[in-house]
């Protein structure tokens, strides 16, 4: 269980989710159809940061949904997000920080 308010910030591209410390609680997302995809999640505000998190979408169009347990992942400084080609939109569970 959080300690604090679970926040969450939506984004239909590549860029910056959420600034500051934070911990990644869940995720949600969408993705077309065709080859598999990968959706990054960066610590800090370029793809070119520490790679915290990968995750794989499958190669038919649909939607996946991740709750990450305990106190979630921490992002020291702040979250980037890189779509991969499919990838189509990220709703992003956390808390601390502020949404981008």
Same mark, same amino acid.
């Given at each position: 269980?959080? %300690?604090?308010?679970?926040?969450?910030?939506? $984004?239909? /591209?590549?860029?910056? &989710?959420?600034?500051?410390?934070?911990? *990644?609680?869940?995720?949600?997302?969408?993705?077309?159809?065709?080859?598999?995809?990968?959706?990054?999640?960066?610590?800090?505000? %370029?793809?070119?940061?520490?790679?915290?998190? $990968?995750? /794989?979408?499958?190669? &038919?169009?649909?939607?996946?949904?991740? *709750?990450?347990?305990?106190?979630?992942?921490?992002?020291?400084?702040?979250?980037?997000?890189?779509?991969?080609?499919?990838?189509?939109?990220?709703?992003?569970?956390?808390?601390?920080?502020? /949404?981008?």
């Amino acid at each position: 269980m959080s %300690a604090s308010n679970i926040l969450a910030v939506y $984004k239909a /591209a590549t860029g910056q &989710v959420i600034n500051g410390r934070t911990r *990644v609680c869940g995720l949600y997302f969408t993705h077309g159809s065709g080859s598999a995809s990968t959706i990054e999640f960066y610590d800090g505000d %370029a793809d070119t940061d520490p790679l915290i998190m $990968k995750i /794989a979408s499958t190669t &038919v169009a649909d939607s996946q949904n991740f *709750v990450i347990p305990d106190q979630g992942v921490l992002f020291k400084d702040g979250v980037f997000v890189k779509f991969g080609a499919t990838i189509t939109s990220v709703t992003v569970l956390y808390e601390g920080g502020a /949404a981008a």
